[in-house]
């Protein structure tokens, strides 16, 4: 297999030579002409039941070819069999238990936290018919019954930046299948189904598109989980338009280089935040004593561009002093952005649960864009004073 910069810049490219074109054609048709009704209704036959392609899309919310090159591509670069595409990482992330405890008649998940908060949220409701056991990684063995239909992980976790050993988590599911969120990781850094995981789940809207524009999920796996995910997606409707997928597909081909130049900084930010007198903890899978799993060059081949840190002052007080730093949710675009998760992206998760996963109240999330290093530094800094 060709290198995963190659893979970046060519998957899902391989038949535009031809079709005498260079960058791929955003098809916006939501229905497609069908002379011959009966080979038509084939078509539709075969999509209904979850194949990957037929000879007509027959209708936008089947099959779309400009999807299908951004599975085609996220799939090389997980070094899975399938990818299938949805609206978003949430629609994705639904997919996953409907088709592994809704279509199975298993009603019991077990989840390790933290997870991203409205994965937490989604499960904790039971909105899907679900009834899920919160463990920590080591708890997952125990947590399994007969009628356990998924396990879900998070590596690194957001928005603690916990790692996770993925091939211990599958030997402690036995038969269940895991889903892993390598929404922080990406495949450039990490490729769970290569440790076991059933489904390798990301929210294509953070670094796969890389740009902030673009909202969509995806799941690579293997062909056969990959039909029911598509069964369930015509079904009920969760796809992902195709400018959006036009937008992730044109964010892979610089998606290593992206996590390259914004994981040199990161690494550096995590250093200097570590020394400051004003901050009290970092969380950065790359520095000394915290990478207890042994993961770190095994597993998860960098250590990211996501990080956390403790200010001793007011959380909010150092974000408003910020004016490189862009004080938004969302993370994985070419700009830096900051959010407090207890306010933002956690607020839904309880809190005593946030105090027994490490994300205290406290706790600023950094995602590291591709902005010169000393002017986020000076940023960082001054705020910190200010804070
Ligand atoms: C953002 C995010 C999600 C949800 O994705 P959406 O595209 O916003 O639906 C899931 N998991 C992680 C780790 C995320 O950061």
Not at 3 to 8: L, N, S
Request: net charge negative; with cysteine.
């Amino acid at each position: 297999m060709s290198g995963m910069r190659t893979r970046a810049v060519h998957g899902g490219r391989h038949d535009l030579s031809d079709i005498g074109v260079h960058a791929p054609p955003i098809d916006l048709s939501t229905t497609y002409p069908i002379p011959d009704q009966d080979s038509g209704g084939v078509a539709l036959g075969e999509l209904a039941d979850g194949a990957e392609r037929a000879a007509s899309p027959v209708y936008a919310r089947l099959h779309n070819p400009t999807t299908a090159r951004f599975e085609q591509a996220l799939a090389e670069l997980e070094g899975t069999e399938q990818a299938v595409a949805f609206a978003s990482g949430m629609a994705a992330l639904t997919a996953v238990v409907q088709a592994s405890c809704g279509m199975t008649g298993h009603r019991h998940v077990v989840a390790a936290r933290p997870l991203y908060g409205g994965s937490d949220h989604l499960l904790t409701t039971g909105l899907l018919g679900t009834d899920t056991d919160f463990v920590d990684p080591a708890g997952v063995a125990a947590a399994i019954r007969p009628d356990t239909g998924l396990v879900v992980l998070e590596t690194p976790a957001n928005p603690t930046l916990d790692v996770v050993d993925i091939a211990a988590v599958v030997r402690a599911a036995g038969d269940v299948p895991v889903v892993v969120d390598n929404t922080f990781a990406t495949p450039v850094l990490q490729n769970p189904a290569d440790h076991g995981a059933a489904y390798v789940l990301h929210s294509g809207t953070k670094y796969l598109g890389g740009h902030g524009d673009a909202l969509g999920g995806v799941v690579a796996c293997s062909v056969e989980r990959a039909a029911p995910l598509r069964q369930l997606r015509i079904l009920t409707g969760a796809v992902l338009h195709p400018l959006s997928a036009y937008l992730l597909h044109r964010g892979l081909p610089t998606l290593p280089l992206r996590i390259d130049a914004a994981q040199r900084t990161a690494a550096e930010l995590a250093r200097r935040l570590a020394a400051h007198p004003r901050v009290c903890s970092v969380r950065y899978p790359g520095l000394a004593g915290q990478n207890d799993a042994g993961v770190l060059g095994r597993q998860l081949r960098g250590p990211g561009a996501m990080l956390a840190f403790e200010p001793d002052g007011d959380p909010h007080t150092v974000v408003r002093a910020l004016d490189v730093v862009t004080p938004a949710v969302s993370l994985g675009s070419v700009d830096t952005l900051i959010e407090h998760p207890a306010a933002l992206t956690h607020r839904l998760v309880g809190e005593d649960v946030l105090a027994a996963t490490g994300v205290s109240a406290s706790l600023l999330r950094l995602s590291v864009g591709l902005e010169d290093v000393d002017d986020l530094w000076d940023d960082l800094d001054k705020a910190l004073r200010a804070g």
